[in-house]
T-cell receptor, first 112, second 115 residues
Framework: AQSVTQLGSHVSVSEGALVLLRCNYS??????LFWYVQYPNQGLQLLLK??????LVKGINGFEAEFKKSETSFHLTKPSAHMSDAAEYFCAVSDNNNDMRFGAGTRLTVKP | EAGVAQSPRYKIIEKRQSVAFWCNPI?????LYWYQQILGQGPKLLIQ????????DSQLPKDRFSAERLKGVDSTLKIQPAKLEDSAVYLC?????????????FGEGSRLTVL
């Protein structure tokens, strides 16, 4: 079965700095990869997804992620952090059977 | 378009009591999921429905948890009897198709506290 590892349960950056949230996956079949964001007391919301095609995927709010098969990674980046980016971010992997597995999450803090 | 609706938002019970959570997915979404999210952890799939049939319930503690989706629309998740370790947020999600290249749409969750 597929699985996801998110490196770093907490990441803190200054406003305007680069955001890098790390995700590595394990899958026996070509994976579908996702990043979801969760704001306090809310459900998860899709940021971006990779299914097929271009390996650099752009999402909402200026986030992007690159699928690197050789490194089994799908790291999330944003060039310049904003205060409103403070939230919990979850990487997820899915297969053709619609079985989506989530990582443990990374809490992003943005300092003024 | 209305999102995924869940109720209640919050529930506090004592151990060994029972509780039920309700979910109404987005109209037309055939696939419905229940996830358990324990504080500090990612969501863990409990059960997945395709219309009114169960696709995956391998991680559902069947001795105390049950779920149904009788008419292929809304769903109920029940816990009986509850244990302290069941304290978590129970997230319901739906998607348009079973072949998940798409997006899961999540409700706001039902937060359960077991005392």
């Amino acid at each position: 079965a597929q699985s996801v590892t998110q490196l770093g349960s907490h990441v803190s950056v200054s406003e305007g700095a680069l955001v890098l949230l790390r995700c590595n996956y394990s899958s026996s079949v070509p994976p579908y990869l996702f990043w979801y964001v969760q704001y306090p007391n809310q459900g998860l919301q899709l940021l971006l997804k990779y299914t097929t095609g271009a390996t650099l995927v752009k999402g909402i709010n200026g986030f992007e992620a690159e699928f690197k098969k050789s490194e089994t990674s799908f790291h999330l980046t944003k060039p310049s952090a904003h205060m409103s980016d403070a939230a919990e971010y979850f990487c997820a992997v899915s297969d053709n059977n619609n079985d989506m597995r989530f990582g443990a999450g990374t809490r992003l803090t943005v300092k003024p | 378009e209305a999102g995924v609706a869940q109720s209640p938002r919050y529930k506090i019970i004592e151990k060994r009591q029972s509780v039920a959570f309700w979910c109404n997915p987005i109209s037309g979404h055939a696939t419905l999921y229940w996830y358990q999210q324990i504080l500090g952890q990612g969501p863990k799939l409990l059960i997945q429905f395709q219309n009114n049939g169960v696709v995956d319930d391998s991680q559902l503690p069947k001795d105390r948890f049950s779920a149904e989706r009788l008419k292929g629309v809304d769903s109920t998740l029940k816990i009986q009897p509850a244990k302290l370790e069941d304290s978590a947020v129970y997230l319901c999600a739906s998607s348009l198709e079973r072949a998940n290249t798409g997006e899961l749409f999540f409700g706001e969750g039902s937060r359960l506290t077991v005392l």
